[in-house]
């Protein structure tokens, strides 16, 4: 509400409060007249003067407590003014038609001064203590010289008139702290205001996770990374209440039991990133509150990637010529052993292993300086959809064989963020894998491949399911490691999947391994959300 609205209202409620209070002035007079002793308590030299008076001060007051209810009503300290000059005006005739009595009432220019002191300015406001105190001076010298009073009563009542100049500049003194005081609480609570709302847009728009959990592990507040990092997508709003999931509830109790032992990184579900959870108590007492901070772990693993690569390439380019021209002497000297007329088949097929190995050896070695030279990724935004459709052809035009790839995208646009160039090598990685396990296991090299928008967070998301046989419960902590390679015939090296996994983390995207609901093997890319930044 502007301040002006909101000092408009005041003088409202001040005019209404003092026509109120007049209204009952008015009527405890009347109550006054009526009472009938030797002599009347007011009203007595003139009760005609004194009824009439009191009959218009009723009729202006009540009209006045009607105006200051109107909330049309802008111009408050007319309104004000003229019940000042009213209140003058008519306890003047009050006084006059009350005789001797009538000093009492002179003290009811108080109310007033008072009034006007409080919203009027000082010029008016000192207006009407002047008014009132010539009004008293006057009531005095009338009384002096009808009722041959002494010429203390001039005194008495100078002395009231300076009472009503000092009240006037009392109360213009303490309204203008008051005031000055609430525009300043005003300001500070519109600051405090700004700041809280700041604090929540930061706390909102801020990557690391954040929640406030109570008793029973229950929300007290969240932000909307912790949203994403939780499983619990955007379209989730109001979680104020529900119960956190129930792999953070497990790091909780373990922090409970040692706080000084950081929990392992956990998933709420399998559509979301791996999260690491760090705890502070907001609360000395068990049920109190616990802030928890979530990280997403992928970040971390970024970062470390990007150091283990360095390392990598550094150790690559020193080994390059330890291994690569020994290896290229061994492979040549085999050939031309493999020539030589004299040897015996079984020195032959001997030849044959060395020529073999060495060129598994030298494309191992390819293979680690590539990636130890990849390049920096130049991510862009696109359409899954699309790309997959070109990939998919261009994959089957390139292909010695016909494999029959069932691609089933979505009705709209997916829009995620990569490097096409590596996300090329991913999915011939993940292509060639697939078709080779399905031709093995059912003798038709077949693929299913699905794009679509995971419901719970928003995030795209892409399943290549194949026929394979699957990878062993025991196997499965091992399929991503480097070298690793379940081919008995030696043929693979072990870095293609991990080389996949190496290019998706550098763009922010999960690659998992799972089984569908019809126990098929499925590789499923979970990219990040494309309206996030891509950290370099």
Avoid at 275 to 288: C, D, K
């Amino acid at each position: 509400m502007p301040t002006q609205q909101v000092d408009s209202l005041q003088q409202r409620n001040v005019i209404a409060v003092l026509s109120t209070y007049r209204l009952l002035i008015a009527l405890l007079l009347l109550v006054l007249f009526n009472i009938k002793l030797d002599t009347r308590l007011v009203g007595d030299l003139d009760q005609t003067l004194f009824l009439a008076t009191l009959l218009g001060y009723g009729v202006a007051n009540t009209a006045l407590l009607a105006l200051s209810l109107n909330r049309r009503l802008d111009n408050s300290r007319v309104l004000l003014f003229t019940a000042a000059i009213i209140d003058i005006i008519a306890l003047n005739m009050l006084i006059q038609a009350s005789g001797y009595y009538s000093r009492p009432l002179s003290l009811l220019f108080i109310i007033a001064i008072v009034g006007s002191a409080m919203i009027l300015p000082t010029r008016l406001s000192m207006v009407i203590a002047a008014l009132a105190t010539l009004s008293v001076l006057g009531q005095a010298t009338t009384r002096v010289i009808r009722d041959n009073l002494p010429a203390g009563e001039l005194a008495t009542a100078g002395t009231l008139g300076l009472i009503f100049f000092i009240t006037a500049f009392t109360v213009q003194r303490l309204v203008f702290r008051a005031t000055r005081n609430e525009l300043l609480a005003r300001q500070r609570a519109a600051d405090i205001e700004e700041l809280q709302q700041l604090n929540e847009k930061i706390v909102q728009r801020m990557r690391t996770g954040i929640v406030i959990m109570v008793e029973a592990g229950r929300i007290f507040l969240i932000n909307e990374s912790a949203k994403g990092l939780l499983g619990f997508g955007p379209n989730n709003e109001d979680l104020i209440g529900q119960t956190i999931p129930a792999a953070l509830i497990k790091c909780w109790q373990a922090w409970s039991r040692n706080p000084h032992k950081l929990p392992p990184p956990f998933q709420a579900n399998s559509a979301s990133p791996p999260v690491r959870a760090s705890f502070t108590a907001l609360s000395a007492a068990e049920s109190g509150q616990s802030l928890v901070f979530l990280e997403d772990t992928r970040h971390v693993t970024q970062q470390a990637q990007a150091l283990k690569l360095g390392s990598l390439g550094r150790l690559t380019a020193s080994i390059a010529h330890e291994i690569r021209n020994p290896l290229g002497a061994i492979s040549h000297a085999a050939q031309l052993l493999g020539e030589s007329s004299e040897l015996s088949d079984t020195d032959r097929r001997f030849c044959e292993i060395i020529r073999t190995q060495s060129t598994r050896v030298n494309h191992v070695v390819e293979n680690v300086l590539a990636l130890s030279r990849r390049d920096t990724p130049k991510p862009k935004q696109f359409d899954l959809n699309e790309y997959l459709a070109l990939f998919i052809k261009q994959y089957r035009e390139h292909s010695t064989d016909e494999p029959h790839i069932n691609f089933r995208g979505c009705d709209t646009a997916i829009e995620i963020t990569f490097d096409t160039s590596q996300l090329d090598q991913v999915l011939t990685n993940l292509f060639d894998n697939g078709l080779r396990y399905s031709a093995r296991a059912t003798g038709r090299a077949t693929l299913s491949v699905h794009a679509y928008i995971e419901p719970s967070n928003e995030l795209p998301q892409l399943d290549i399911i194949d026929q394979g046989a699957g990878v062993p419960e025991d196997k499965l902590p091992k399929i991503f490691e480097p070298f690793y390679t379940s081919e008995s015939t030696g043929a693979g090296t072990g870095l293609g999947l991990y080389l996949a996994r190496e290019m998706c983390e550098g763009h922010q995207t999960q690659l998992t391994y799972l089984r569908t609901k019809h126990q098929q093997s499925c590789f499923r890319l979970s990219f990040a959300h494309p309206r996030k930044r891509w950290l370099a």
